[in-house]
């Protein structure tokens, strides 16, 4: 009798018996207990797109006037001059961060991440470290406050992305009347800013780069303060009202919190049209 011989070649099992090879099928290897590792589908063919928005350098008038805007509490507005820079059109979604957590570069955030059931809706739940690190990923970095701003009103001190308008519900999902949850980006196209920036209140806050500081200083592109305790925040959420919708509002939280409202849009010095593929 012929005695059968077994080997390897390329990860497959191969039995040769008398001549006769024949592939034994492989045995599916089963991931640990609440480890995610993805399939190659899911790490190739996502779609990688992402649209970036070209903001000009020059000077935008930043913060609030109580002149043209009922509800600032502020001390005014401030001449500002900003680099010229990019940033995210939409703010990134479930589906764009779950392929940064497909390929270990992201940690799953601890709540509200659905990627199956909204996958175009934006990512929220997230750190500010957890939005710094999917923006480094991407090749790109949290916009600055002062960036966010301009990119967000232009260079005219409109109270609201679109004008002075009061918020509807077709210019920003911004409160409880527009459903109190969030919806796909994008999905309130009258509410674009000058440079057609979506989405910049309402639906979610967003994450920027600066360490919060009570009077911002710094009058070329201003980065706020060395160190603090809390990173800005900024534009309206899902269920906010029309004085937190004015994209002058400011916000601040630890960097570590976790909120259903956040989210995060990136920003470059160039213009990155595709997520990485590893």
């Not at 070649?9 to 290897?29: F, Q």
């Not at 109270?159 to 999905?187: D, I, K, M, Q």
């Not at 060395?226 to 960097?255: C, I, K, L, M, N």
């Amino acid at each position: 009798m012929t005695r059968p011989i077994a080997f390897v070649l390329g990860g497959v099992v191969v039995l040769a018996i008398g001549g006769v090879l024949t592939l034994l099928p492989s045995r599916k290897r089963i991931a640990p207990t609440g480890v995610r590792t993805p399939s190659p589908m899911q790490v190739s063919t996502v779609p990688l797109a992402v649209a970036m928005l070209r903001v000009p350098a020059g000077y935008f008038a930043m913060g609030c006037d109580p002149r043209q805007d009922r509800y600032c509490r502020g001390k005014g507005t401030r001449r500002v001059w900003v680099h010229a820079f990019f940033i995210d059109r939409t703010e990134v979604t479930q589906q764009q961060y779950d392929r940064c957590v497909a390929v270990g570069s992201c940690r799953v955030p601890a709540r509200f991440f659905a990627t199956t059931r909204a996958p175009r809706q934006p990512v929220r739940g997230v750190t500010w470290f957890q939005a710094r690190a999917f923006c480094h990923w991407a090749g790109k970095r949290l916009p600055s406050e002062a960036e966010w701003e301009k990119a967000a009103r232009g260079t005219d001190g409109r109270t609201y992305p679109w004008g002075n308008e009061a918020p509807t519900c077709e210019l920003a999902n911004f409160s409880v009347a527009c459903g109190g949850r969030p919806r796909s980006v994008g999905s309130a196209p009258r509410g674009v800013s000058p440079y057609g920036l979506l989405d910049a209140t309402g639906n979610v806050e967003e994450w920027v780069a600066d360490w919060y500081a009570e009077t911002p200083t710094g009058e070329r592109d201003p980065k706020g303060p060395p160190s603090g305790t809390e990173r800005v925040v900024r534009g309206g959420g899902y269920d906010h009202d029309p004085w937190h919708s004015r994209v002058a509002f400011r916000f601040w939280q630890v960097p570590t919190h976790v909120g259903a409202t956040i989210g995060f849009r990136c920003a470059a010095d160039r213009d990155v049209r595709e997520l990485p593929r590893h």
